[in-house]
T-cell receptor, first 113, second 109 residues
Framework: EPEVTQTPSHQVTQMGQEVILRCVPI?????FYWYRQILGQKVEFLVS????????KSEIFDDQFSVERPDGSNFTLKIRSTKLEDSAMYFC???????????FGPGTRLTVT | AQRVTQPEKLLSVFKGAPVELKCNYS??????LFWYVQYSRQRLQLLLR??SRESIKGFTADLNKGETSFHLKKPFAQEEDSAMYYC???????????FGTGTQLKVEL
């Protein structure tokens, strides 16, 4: 069964550094998402992406964040200048249509020191 | 703004006992409700959604619009049900999932 994959599984970075989290959505899916979960807190929506454009973003998704689909398979989340409070588990998800079930990747644990 | 509340962080039951994981939501329109489950060291996966009206792994959930609830139930808990359960919703035809804080279900022998 096809699955969403994410790399790396764990990323450690220093405050102020740029980080790129990578996701490979399920191949026939058209909608892509990023969520994050700070330790002990709820899973929070960051952004949704369709047809090479952001379709919706949350207040968390400020100018430090960007998303891109650089080729036909990868979907990336870039944090330009990481802060301590960006430490979290970041989940990628994809769905066939906007109304369909979202399938989640295993997550990337980002630790900012 | 929409909100999902799961009042229990941890629910411990004995094998064979009934399970009810509570979920309440606040949203003025008609949301779509979901239960996602995360087994140990595995990814978040959909357990069920209210529009499907299915029973998955013996679990059911009924949307009660009057009480704004979507509680998850199973008549007889199994050891393999031990996991983290998240209630979530989408609104207005959108696809942004709003999650609750989750309930850790522990089924003891």
């Amino acid at each position: 069964e096809p699955e969403v994959t994410q790399t790396p599984s764990h990323q450690v970075t220093q405050m102020g550094q740029e980080v790129i989290l990578r996701c490979v959505p399920i191949s026939n899916h058209l909608y892509f998402y990023w969520y994050r979960q700070i330790l002990g807190q709820k899973v929070e929506f960051l952004v949704s992406f369709y047809n090479n454009e952001i379709s919706e973003k949350s207040e968390i998704f400020d100018d430090q964040f960007s998303v891109e689909r650089p080729d036909g398979s990868n979907f990336t989340l870039k944090i330009r200048s990481t802060k301590l409070e960006d430490s979290a588990m970041y989940f990628c998800a994809s769905s066939i249509t906007r109304y369909d079930v979202q399938y989640f990747g295993p997550g990337t644990r980002l630790t900012v020191t | 703004a929409q909100r999902v509340t799961q009042p229990e962080k941890l629910l411990s039951v004995f094998k064979g006992a009934p399970v009810e994981l509570k979920c309440n939501y606040s949203y003025s329109g008609s949301p779509e409700l979901f239960w996602y489950v995360q087994y140990s060291r595995q990814r978040l996966q959909l357990l069920l959604r209210h529009i499907s009206r299915e029973s998955i792994k013996g679990f059911t959930a009924d949307l009660n619009k009057g009480e704004t609830s979507f509680h998850l139930k199973k008549p007889f808990a199994q050891e393999e049900d031990s996991a983290m359960y998240y209630c979530a919703l989408t609104t207005g035809g959108g696809n942004k999932l709003t999650f609750g804080t989750g309930t850790q279900l522990k089924v003891e022998l």
